[in-house]
C-alpha cells in the first residue's frame, strides 16, 4: 500500500512538473527545462562528491557565459558556477553536520591567507560605494575559493586524483582550443577577429591566452611526470602542437611572454640557482636601467609597433611601445585612475569590484 502511495505521489509531481514546464515554454520561459540537470547534479554531488569535484576541471573551460544570450544581463558561466555554489553550499551543511575538511587545513598558510583575503573583501565590501556590487563579488569569489580549497585538499589526497583533474582540464581546454582555431581560419586568422572567434567559452582572447598558456604547462608535466607508452607518448606531443597552435593565434602578447618568463622560472628551479646570485643581477639589471633611463626612454619613444599587427615579432616589440599603442595606452591609464583612487580613500577604497 505504502509503494503504492509513493508511485502515485511521484506520478502526480511528474505531471504537475510537465504541465508546469509546458506552460514555461509557451511563455519563451527554458530555465524549467534545467530541473532535472540540477537534481542529477545534486544527487551526484551527495553521494559522488569526487567525481563532481572533477568534473568541474573539465566543464571550466567548456562553460558557456550566458551574458552572449541574455545581452549582458546575466554574467554567469553555466554549468560551472552553478555547480561551486551547490558545492559551497554542500560543503557548509558537511562542515556543520560533521567535521568534514582536516584540521591540518585550517592550519596551512595557503588557507589562511586565502582566508583574510575574503575577510578583507567582506570589510571593504561594508565600506563600498556600491555595498550590493561589492557583496556579490564576495560571493562570487567565496564559491569559487572554497570548494576548490576545501573540498580539493580531501580529494587530492590521492595524487591519482592530481593528475585526472589535469587531464580532464587539459582534454577539455584543447577542444575549445580546435573549436576556436577552426572557427578563426574561417576569417584568415585575422587579428580583430581573434579577439572574439572564442566566444562563448571565453570573453576575450587575453583571458583565452592565459588559459591556453597555463595549459600548455599542464600539458607538459603530464608527458614528463612519469614514462608513458608510445602511443600516449605521440598523443600528449599531438596536443603539445595543437596547444603551441593556439597560443600563437591567441594574439595575446601576454600569454607569449608569461611562457618565456615561466620557462626561465622553471630553468632557475631546475638547476637550483640561489636567491643571492638572483639578487646580485637583479641589482645589476636595476643599475644599468637606471644609469641609461634617459636613453631608454628615448628609444621607447620611437617604438611605433602596435599590437594590431599579426607579425609575432612586431608585436612583441609592441609591448614596449607606450607612445601610442592603444593596449598599452589604456593599461597605463587604469594604473593613473587606480592610483589616483587610492590617495582618495587609501584604506578600505571604493569597494570590490567598483572600479
Known amino acids: 500500500m505504502q509503494s503504492i502511495r509513493n508511485n502515485s505521489v511521484i506520478f502526480i509531481g511528474s505531471v504537475i512538473f510537465l504541465l508546469l514546464n509546458l506552460w514555461l515554454v509557451m511563455q519563451d520561459n527554458y530555465y524549467g527545462l534545467l530541473v532535472p540537470f540540477a537534481l542529477?547534479?545534486?544527487?551526484?554531488?551527495?553521494?559522488?562528491?569526487?567525481?563532481?569535484?572533477?568534473?568541474?576541471?573539465?566543464?571550466?573551460?567548456?562553460?558557456?557565459?550566458?551574458?552572449?544570450?541574455?545581452?549582458?544581463?546575466?554574467?554567469?558561466?553555466?554549468?560551472?558556477?552553478?555547480?561551486?555554489?551547490?558545492?559551497?553550499?554542500?560543503?557548509?551543511?558537511?562542515?556543520?553536520?560533521k567535521p568534514f575538511v582536516p584540521r591540518y587545513a585550517w592550519r596551512h598558510p595557503i588557507t589562511i591567507a586565502l582566508g583574510c583575503y575574503l575577510f578583507w573583501l567582506i570589510i571593504t565590501s561594508i565600506t563600498s560605494v556600491l555595498p550590493l556590487v561589492s557583496f556579490k563579488f564576495v560571493l562570487m569569489k567565496t564559491w569559487y575559493i572554497a570548494p576548490m580549497l576545501l573540498i580539493g585538499i580531501k580529494v587530492f589526497e590521492q595524487p591519482k586524483n592530481i593528475i585526472r583533474f589535469l587531464w580532464l582540464f587539459s582534454i577539455a581546454m584543447v577542444i575549445i582550443m580546435v573549436f576556436t582555431v577552426i572557427r578563426h581560419s574561417g576569417y584568415s586568422f585575422g587579428e580583430k577577429e581573434g579577439h572574439w572567434v572564442m566566444e562563448p567559452f571565453f570573453k576575450d582572447h587575453t583571458i583565452y591566452g592565459a588559459a591556453v598558456a597555463i595549459n600548455l604547462f599542464f600539458l607538459i608535466g603530464l608527458y614528463a611526470y612519469k614514462k608513458h607508452s608510445l602511443l600516449l607518448n605521440l598523443f600528449l606531443l599531438f596536443l603539445i602542437v595543437i596547444n603551441l597552435v593556439a597560443l600563437y593565434f591567441s594574439y595575446t602578447r601576454g600569454a607569449w611572454l608569461s611562457v618565456i618568463f615561466a620557462a626561465g622560472v622553471w630553468l632557475l628551479i631546475k638547476y637550483k640557482i640561489k636567491f643571492k646570485y638572483l639578487l646580485l643581477i637583479g641589482a645589476i639589471i636595476g643599475a644599468v636601467v637606471l644609469l641609461s633611463w634617459t636613453e631608454i626612454e628615448y628609444q621607447l619613444s620611437k617604438n611605433e609597433y602596435e599590437h594590431t599587427t599579426e607579425d609575432f615579432g612586431e608585436r612583441m616589440k609592441s609591448a614596449a611601445n607606450v607612445t601610442s599603442d592603444a593596449s598599452n595606452l589604456e593599461r597605463l591609464n587604469r594604473w593613473d585612475a587606480a592610483w589616483h583612487m587610492f590617495l582618495d580613500r587609501p584604506f578600505f577604497g571604493f569597494g570590490p569590484a567598483t572600479y
Open 40 to 97: 542529477f547534479v545534486v544527487y551526484a554531488a551527495i553521494y559522488y562528491l569526487k567525481w563532481t569535484f572533477l568534473a568541474i576541471a573539465f566543464l571550466t573551460p567548456v562553460s558557456v557565459n550566458l551574458e552572449e544570450f541574455t545581452e549582458g544581463r546575466i554574467g554567469l558561466f553555466v554549468p560551472t558556477e552553478p555547480i561551486l555554489f551547490g558545492l559551497l553550499l554542500l560543503l557548509i551543511i558537511f562542515q556543520v553536520y
